[in-house]
């Protein structure tokens, strides 16, 4: 079955560049999806790259895919205190009914001053 | 609506009781989706809806769940004879067109966290 695996921690000191890695299965999933969780908040969409891309950039926010690995990580620059919260990767397989999301357990950024 | 709204924002339960829970999603979205989020879990996917129809309730944990959905808008999860282990977040979500494959950005609501005693 899909599996989305991420580590489940990550600590890093202010103004440092932080990466979370993930690791998904389905290599039919043509989209794959970085959400972030506030406490107390629901998901929000961060970005997302679409398969045929190997990198993609929207200011601090870096996504890398390795689709033969199938093997994405998101870079941000210069993290902040406000990055502190849970960071979701998801795959939507094509063979999944609508666009219904696979998540990962989630990764959980703890960011210092 | 400016976003997906979910109603109650919390909801505490006795053993037994059912319980129903409500999601708004945004205007015009044909799409709507429900998961669960289990403390310190990713998110389930539990049941889609293209329009009032679900083609997949494959997520759905058993059959005390169920869903409707109505005039391709307000959607209601009825979780019925509740146990401790439906203790979780609901979370709803909604996109524009529900296609497959992705690329079809889904917007979430703020939840709905049901603690079942």
């Known amino acids: 079955g899909e599996d989305v695996e991420q580590s489940l921690f990550l600590s890093v000191r202010e103004g440092d560049s932080s990466v979370i890695n993930c690791t998904y299965t389905d290599s039919s999933s043509t989209y794959l999806y970085w959400y972030k969780q506030e406490p107390g908040a629901g998901l929000q969409l961060l970005t997302y790259i679409f398969s045929n891309m190997d990198m993609k950039q929207d200011q601090r926010l870096t996504v890398l895919l390795n689709k033969k690995d199938k093997h994405l990580s998101l870079r941000i620059a210069d993290t902040q205190t406000g990055d502190s919260a849970i960071y979701f990767c998801?795959?939507?397989?094509?063979?999944?009914?609508?666009?219904?999301?696979?998540f990962g357990k989630g990764t959980t950024l703890s960011v210092s001053s | 609506g400016a976003g997906v709204s979910q109603s109650p924002s919390n909801k505490v339960t006795e053993k037994g009781k059912d319980v129903e829970l409500r999601c708004d999603p945004i205007s015009g979205h044909t799409a709507l989706y429900w998961y669960r989020q289990r403390l310190g879990q990713g998110l389930e996917f539990l049941i889609y809806?293209?329009?009032?129809?679900?083609?997949?309730k494959s997520g759905l944990p058993s059959d005390r769940f169920s869903a409707e959905r109505t005039g391709e808008s307000v959607s209601t999860l009825t979780i019925q004879r509740t146990q401790q282990e439906d203790s979780a977040v609901y979370l709803c979500?909604?996109?524009?067109?529900?296609?497959?494959?992705?690329?079809?950005?889904?917007?979430f609501g703020p939840g709905t966290r049901l603690t079942v005693l």
């Open positions: 809806f293209q329009g009032n129809s679900a083609p997949d």
């Open positions: 979500a909604s996109s524009l067109v529900g296609r497959a494959g992705g690329g079809d950005t889904q917007y």
């Open positions: 998801a795959e939507s397989p094509y063979n999944q009914a609508g666009t219904a999301l696979i």
